[in-house]
Nanobody, 124 residues
Framework: QVQLVESGGGLVQPGGSLRLSCAAS????????MGWFRQAPGKEREFVAA????????YYAESVKGRFTISRDNTKDTVYLQMNSLKPEDTAVYYC?????????????????WGQGTQVTVSS
C-alpha cells in the first residue's frame, strides 16, 4: 500500500503564502496521479488540484486557479502545493491523495490513498 504524509500547514496572514508537501512511500508511487483536496468545518471535501506524472497534466479548481500551483519531485516521491495570495476562505484541512490509475480526477472517490491532513488557517 501507499502511505502519504502532509506537512507545511500553519497560520498565515491574508495575501501570504504557504507551501504544502506530501511525502509518499510505497509501490509505484511515481506513476500515480496525485491530488490535493480540502475540507472546511461544516463543508464537504472539495477538489483543489491534481497532477498526473505520466502525462504531465495539471488540473485546478476554479477557486484556486492562478494562485495555487501543484508540482512533483520525481527523484523524491513528494508532491507540493504552492499557495499564494491566500484568502480567509482558503482556511481548511488540506489532504493529499494518490490515484493509482493516474488520471488526475477531480472526484475524491477515485483516489485510493489519503494522508491525515494538515491545517491551513488564513487570518489577520
Amino acid at each position: 500500500q501507499v502511505q502519504l504524509v502532509e506537512s507545511g500547514g500553519g497560520l498565515v496572514q491574508p495575501g501570504g503564502s504557504l507551501r504544502l508537501s506530501c511525502a509518499a512511500s510505497g509501490r509505484t508511487v511515481s506513476r500515480y496521479a496525485m491530488g490535493w483536496f480540502r475540507q472546511a468545518p461544516g463543508k464537504e471535501r472539495e477538489f483543489v488540484a491534481a497532477f498526473s506524472w505520466s502525462t504531465g497534466n495539471t488540473y485546478y479548481a476554479e477557486s484556486v486557479k492562478g494562485r495555487f500551483t501543484i508540482s512533483r519531485d520525481n527523484t523524491k516521491d513528494t508532491v507540493y502545493l504552492q499557495m499564494n495570495s491566500l484568502k480567509p476562505e482558503d482556511t481548511a484541512v488540506y489532504y493529499c491523495a494518490a490515484d493509482r490509475l493516474g488520471s488526475g480526477s477531480r472526484n475524491s472517490a477515485e483516489y485510493d490513498y489519503w494522508g491525515q491532513g494538515t491545517q491551513v488557517t488564513v487570518s489577520s
